[in-house]
């Protein structure tokens, strides 16, 4: 049986993904296929380029733990005026999270991985998606990874390309067309449960992506259902962490390992409507 990862874009929700890992590892689950977008495809990477076993996964937990948002996104207040005037692309540059990429990575290029990987972009101008399975690793992530209006668009083969989860946040269907025969989604699902609305434009966007996402990624599983047996874990709830909020990485490692591991101790983590699982609460 050939088994795909799908691992979807979150931002700092990314860590929940971490303990998913755990949970699949420790059950002897193991990908012949990585397929990430955003945050998912910098997890999906550090996976790739390592193998899947326990200690790689405990290492990922390692490197999310110290993990704040001015380190991956330091404010130049220079660039933020230069963005709300039209002179810049985006609100800050890409040196920090190019900087954990080049610690992190253990490959240059996106087919020299040990076990298969590709990640999901997304082009600016014409809104498609843009799958990358070769070139460089750390410009391809960056691209995947890059919220429009807060990381500046990356040029790939004279396109523009921004993040993955604009195009494609949990790419299901490349997973599909690979020929697995089992694929594990792992989303970073949306903040849930009783919380008070995002304050900032930040906040308010990526909080708002992360709700439209999440109803797309409900209609994906719907459609593809029936393309391969599909295993969503779905992300804890309650969820009330800010969108930017990096410093509850152990927190949300351990909700998710705890809730995915009941979920997988139940025939393996199949069942009959896996979207049903994952429905948003109607208020």
């Not at 945050?39 to 076993?53: P, S």
């Not at 809104?127 to 960056?142: E, F, H, K, T």
């Not at 995915?260 to 393996?268: E, M, P, Q």
């Amino acid at each position: 049986m050939r088994i795909a990862f799908v691992l979807s874009g979150g931002a700092n929700l990314g860590a929940l993904q971490v303990g998913m890992l755990r949970a699949l590892v420790e059950r002897g689950v193991r990908p012949d296929v990585l397929i990430g977008a955003s945050v998912g495809a910098f997890n999906a990477a550090y996976i790739a380029g390592r193998g899947f076993d326990a200690r790689t996964v405990a290492d990922l937990a390692d490197v999310w733990r110290p993990l704040r948002a001015w380190k991956l996104f330091p404010p130049n207040p220079i660039r933020i005026i230069g963005a709300l005037s039209g002179r810049e692309d985006a609100i800050v540059g890409d040196h920090g999270l190019r900087s954990l990429l080049q610690r992190h990575l253990t490959f240059t290029d996106i087919a020299a991985t040990r076990i298969p990987l590709s990640v999901v972009a997304t082009d600016l101008l014409t809104g498609g998606d843009v799958r990358i399975d070769s070139g460089p690793a750390i410009d391809a992530i960056l691209a995947s990874a890059a919220i429009p209006g807060l990381l500046p668009p990356v040029e790939w083969n004279g396109r523009k390309l921004i993040d993955g989860g604009i195009a494609d946040n949990t790419p299901i269907s490349d997973a599909v067309d690979a020929g697995v025969d089992r694929i594990y989604v792992l989303p970073c699902g949306y903040q849930c449960g009783d919380v008070e609305p995002p304050t900032n434009v930040a906040s308010t966007l990526l909080h708002t992506m992360t709700l439209l996402i999440h109803k797309r990624l409900i209609r994906d599983i719907r459609e593809y259902d029936a393309g391969a047996e599909l295993v969503v874990i779905p992300p804890p709830c309650p969820l009330t962490v800010g969108a930017l909020d990096f410093s509850l990485a152990d927190e949300l490692m351990a909700k998710a390992y705890e809730s995915a591991s009941a979920f997988l101790a139940t025939d393996g983590g199949l069942r009959d409507h896996p979207a049903d699982h994952i429905e948003m609460p109607v208020s």
